[in-house]
């Protein structure tokens, strides 16, 4: 009979079996729940040999990385990396407006980052007598990604590139180790909850991993991502105060390249638009906009308008999916 706590004995001796006394683990950590928990299961099979790598891609959220550092390393204990890599992902996004452009950019830079910072821990672990070379590289894959990597490709992934399946791999002589890969979501949250990750992490929303640059549509530069940054803010912090936030897949606030008049006081205002989005799906492949009542979408939209400087308009995106996507690029 199946429980959690046999899959967790059994995950973590099948583990250390495979990886060995010395063998050490690299993986990629984001903050979301996949990797976190991975990482973590990593962390109570073979502890400091696995090594949890957060690539700062500038295009988080408002504190973001700093959030996930506390998490990972001061609340679970994972030994962890951080590489701020902002200004180059960010100056390689310079000027570029088309959203596979970006995908691809940031997809690639994450890649190469996180490749020397491998190669840079290795050299680091090389010579300790307790540790070997770093041979593995774990995924958070789910038994879903699974699927649809086998199936020929879901109708999201022929769409838009998702960059967090496979991809990795290219170039790196690193085998591969995946604990997740025979559960679905909510056992996934059923195991981090187990493994005392924080529940306001375990029931986070997902986040694309191109993150604000498809978020802020058009060009992504440090003032846009300010405005994005803080009006998201204010919407998941008036969606969780409302109660919604489990309700809701997935929710954020999008910047928009134009420019709407407006009035402030006396003064005309001609600045920029802000939209709202906010989804009910079970599997992101179909997805309904949500219903917020009036009262909330008002409090949102006043508070994004007097809050967050260079926006004078906001905006609901009651297109459901198909035929919008849940991002907007
Ligand atoms: P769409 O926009 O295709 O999104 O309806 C479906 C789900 O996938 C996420 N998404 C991405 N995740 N890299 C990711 O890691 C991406 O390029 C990407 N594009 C979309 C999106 O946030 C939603 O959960």
């Not at 540790?131 to 086998?150: F, H, K, M, R």
């Not at 029931?203 to 846009?224: C, M, S």
């Not at 803010?233 to 999008?254: D, H, M, N, P, T």
Request: aromatic fraction near 6%; include cysteine.
């Amino acid at each position: 009979e199946w429980s959690m706590e046999k899959f967790v004995d059994k995950e973590i001796e099948r583990i250390r079996a495979l990886v060995g006394e010395k063998g050490q683990v690299i993986g990629a950590v984001s903050g979301g729940v996949d990797s976190t928990v991975a990482a973590k299961l990593m962390h109570e099979a073979i502890g400091n040999r696995f090594h949890a790598v957060l690539v700062d891609n500038g295009v988080m959220r408002l504190n973001e990385a700093q959030q996930v550092q506390e998490t990972l390393q001061k609340g679970l204990g994972i030994n962890l990396t951080v590489v701020d890599a902002s200004e180059k992902f960010l100056g390689r996004l310079k000027g570029v407006t088309e959203p596979e452009k970006k995908r691809k950019i940031i997809g690639n830079t994450f890649i190469e980052v996180f490749q020397d910072t491998a190669k840079e821990i290795t050299a680091a672990a090389s010579g300790s007598a307790e540790a070997g070379p770093i041979e593995w590289l774990l995924q958070g894959t789910l038994y879903p990604d699974v699927i649809e990597s086998i199936s020929f490709k879901g109708p999201s992934a022929t769409i838009k590139t998702h960059h967090n399946v496979g991809g990795l791999l290219e170039g790196m002589h690193l085998k591969l180790i995946e604990p997740l890969r025979e559960l679905f979501k909510d056992e996934v949250r059923a195991l981090g909850t187990n493994l005392g990750i924080p529940e306001e992490l375990v029931w986070r929303h997902p986040f694309p991993g191109p993150g604000l640059a498809i978020r802020v549509l058009g060009e992504v530069n440090a003032e846009q991502l300010r405005i994005a940054r803080e009006a998201d803010v204010i919407f998941i912090e008036e969606i969780r105060a409302a109660g919604l936030y489990r309700k809701i897949s997935q929710a954020f606030a999008a910047l928009l390249p134009v420019k709407a008049v407006g009035v402030m006081g006396d003064k005309r205002m001609h600045e920029q638009v802000i939209a709202l989005r906010a989804v009910e799906t079970t599997d992101f492949m179909t997805a309904d906009w949500y219903p917020f009542d009036g009262e909330f979408l008002k409090r949102v939209s006043r508070r994004i308008v007097n809050e967050v400087n260079g926006v004078c308009r906001v905006l609901y995106d009651i297109t459901s999916k198909p035929p919008g996507t849940i991002e907007m690029e």
